[in-house]
């Protein structure tokens, strides 16, 4: 079974947006052999555009730089298969990710809730803020410049994923925390997943222990809740 980083780039945000670009890189079996490449860039990856069946909307474009000329020839959205035999999926805000592969069976790591754990004092924590963190702590801002000059394209973005994730992991050790396998690296991301403040509704921005019970109770009935949100609410006592 394999570990993957990967990206995706679509028509939209909505929950019908298609793909129009996908891109992987395959990982090492274990944690500690992807930390020891000296070139993780350089791991076998995949790319590949494809052609919508829906116009992309310009908000994507704007972020993505993908027009439609560009994917002119390539095969349709439905025509894309997501990697066989993937145990571990990493991304940046793998849920949206996972949902745009068709929700695959597999176990999700995200290097967002992870960065926002172990560096709660950032601004933001977006991928390319993320780089220019790490170009900081290097002395090197113009490395970081250059490695964001594509981001939001599929394959760029993984690759920036692959060293920010390096970094996690490395800084995860300094810790002192066990990262022997992708198993243990899930573990810690599901807790980091996990909410102190409320991040949505009338009560945004509220420890997740002051939020009133009677909101707990109605959010539980909802049709769709976060399971993350309800596991706080659960640890708080609520």
């Not at 500690?32 to 992309?56: G, M, N, T, V």
């Not at 009338?202 to 109770?217: A, L, M, Q, R, T």
């Not at 309800?230 to 609520?238: D, I, N, P, Q």
Request: proline share 5%; net charge negative.
């Amino acid at each position: 079974m394999r570990t993957i980083i990967a990206d995706s780039e679509t028509t939209g945000t909505g929950q019908d947006a298609e793909i129009i670009e996908a891109a992987w890189l395959i990982l090492p079996g274990t944690p500690e052999e992807f930390i020891a490449l000296a070139k993780p860039l350089a791991l076998p990856f995949y790319h590949q555009r494809f052609q919508p069946s829906c116009s992309i909307e310009l908000g994507a474009m704007a972020t993505h730089n993908i027009i439609p000329s560009d994917l002119d020839g390539m095969a349709a959205s439905s025509l894309f298969e997501f990697e066989e035999e993937v145990e571990f999926l990493i991304g940046h805000n793998i849920d949206f990710d996972h949902r745009i592969f068709g929700e695959p069976d597999v176990k999700r790591i995200c290097t967002l809730a992870l960065s926002r754990w172990l560096f709660p004092e950032m601004d933001n924590h977006k991928q390319t803020t993320m780089i220019y963190f790490i170009g900081s702590t290097i002395g090197n801002l113009g490395w970081a410049r250059n490695m964001v000059q594509n981001a939001h394209s599929a394959l760029a973005d993984v690759k920036c994923c692959a060293i920010l994730l390096k970094f996690l992991l490395l800084e995860i050790k300094k810790r002192d925390l066990c990262i022997d396998t992708w198993d243990q690296v899930l573990l810690l991301s599901d807790c980091a997943r996990i909410p102190t403040v409320m991040g949505f509704g009338k009560h945004k921005g509220e420890p997740i222990s002051d939020v009133p019970s009677s909101y707990v109770k109605w959010y539980r009935g909802q049709a769709e809740t976060d399971q993350y949100v309800l596991e706080a609410f659960k640890r708080a006592g609520k």
